[in-house]
């Protein structure tokens, strides 16, 4: 069964940090690129980290940038979002996503607030 399933996210403080895993299955994983997007509120979905099939390449949003660490275990077929200095405006639903093949995941909601 072809999915990708989130985890990892929750209530945190500002300053915090939270660790977001994206378990797939069905899917060829080594060879394809791997994004994490966010939306929230009100707002449109936005591409927050990029990586490469083989982990060699990742971009990032710039209000992300050495705050955010996206990796991936392809012998686990999972992908990872580690995310630190938490700041009241990261809070929103956050997806995986196969570009490749317009696969989403349903989300998990990450709150940062006191």
């Known amino acids: 069964q072809v999915q990708l399933v989130e985890s990892g996210g929750g209530l945190v403080q500002p300053g915090g940090s939270l660790r977001l895993s994206c378990a797939t299955s069905?899917?060829?994983?080594?060879?394809?690129?791997m994004r994490w997007y966010r939306q929230a509120p009100g707002k449109e979905r936005e591409l927050v980290a990029r990586i490469s099939s083989a982990g060699g390449s990742t971009n990032y949003v710039d209000s992300v940038k050495e705050r955010f660490t996206i990796s991936r275990d392809n012998a686990k077929n999972t992908v990872f979002l580690q995310m630190n200095s938490l700041k009241p405006e990261d809070t929103a639903e956050y997806y995986c996503?196969?570009?490749?093949?317009?696969?989403w995941g349903r989300g998990t909601q990450v709150t940062v607030s006191s």
């Open positions: 996503n196969v570009p490749q093949i317009g696969l």
């Open positions: 069905g899917i060829q994983f080594g060879a394809l690129e």
